[in-house]
């Protein structure tokens, strides 16, 4: 079956140290990756996304996603985290139009002072 | 341009009562995605239209839900009779479709409980 896994449930990071959120993906073909931020009370906004071309995608609020089909990942990075990044992060994936985006559990960010 | 807006925000029913929750989607988006938010179960999409027309429906729990979109700009999803597991935060997103990959824009969502 199609799908995203993001085996961290939550993560705990201090200000301004790095951050790696994990998805695994698991698609026939190379699927189209998405990252979604929800704060609290809010909806899901888009970060960034991945369709083919360069490996390494940018997205906003300074965060990147790097495309691995050896690994069959697509993790969420960001070099310095900001308190203000604390959220909940999701991945997710379609193989394209007309198809339905399959989200991963989520990723609770906490960020410390 | 406002976004995906979705009414009302918050609602609070009893058991067996009736709710119907709204969407208007981006102007020009064809596609449109009903998504339910549980702690237990996470997102789950319930149905998706194209052109205004149901494709999939496979998620949607029970005969006690519908959706309908009878034009482009606004959709309903309707709960009768109601119940407390229906408790959950409901998404509406609209995407452009066509050629490529649905790049979805997410309404802030309507709460709902159900006592």
């Known amino acids: 079956a199609q799908s995203v896994t993001q085996p961290d449930i939550h993560i705990t990071v201090s200000e301004g140290a790095s951050l790696e959120l994990r998805c695994n993906y698991s698609y026939g073909a190379t699927p189209y990756l998405f990252w979604y931020v929800q704060s609290p009370g809010q909806g899901l906004q888009l970060l960034l996304k991945y369709f083919s071309g360069d490996t390494l995608v940018q997205g906003i609020k300074g965060f990147e996603a790097e495309f691995k089909r050896s690994q069959s990942s697509f993790n969420l990075r960001k070099p310095s985290v900001h308190w203000s990044d604390a959220a909940e992060y999701f991945c997710?994936?379609?193989?394209?139009?007309?198809?339905?985006?399959?989200f991963g559990t989520g990723t609770r960010l906490q960020v410390t002072l | 341009d406002a976004g995906v807006i979705q009414s009302p925000r918050h609602e609070v029913t009893e058991m067996g009562q009736e709710v119907t929750l709204r969407c208007k989607p981006i102007?020009?988006?064809?596609?449109l995605f009903w998504y339910r938010q549980t702690m237990m179960r996470g997102l789950e999409l319930l149905i998706y239209?194209?052109?205004?027309?149901?494709?999939?429906d496979s998620g949607m729990p029970e005969d006690r839900f519908s959706a309908k979109m009878p034009n482009a700009s606004f959709s309903t999803l309707k709960i009768q009779p109601s119940e407390p597991r229906d408790s959950a935060v409901y998404f509406c997103?609209?995407?452009?479709?066509?050629?490529?990959?649905?790049?979805?824009?997410f309404g802030a969502g309507s709460r709902l409980t159900v006592l």
């Open positions: 102007s020009g988006h064809d596609y």
């Open positions: 997710a994936g379609n193989t394209g139009t007309a198809s339905k985006l399959t």
């Open positions: 997103a609209s995407s452009p479709g066509s050629s490529g990959a649905n790049v979805l824009t």
């Open positions: 239209f194209n052109n205004n027309v149901p494709i999939d």
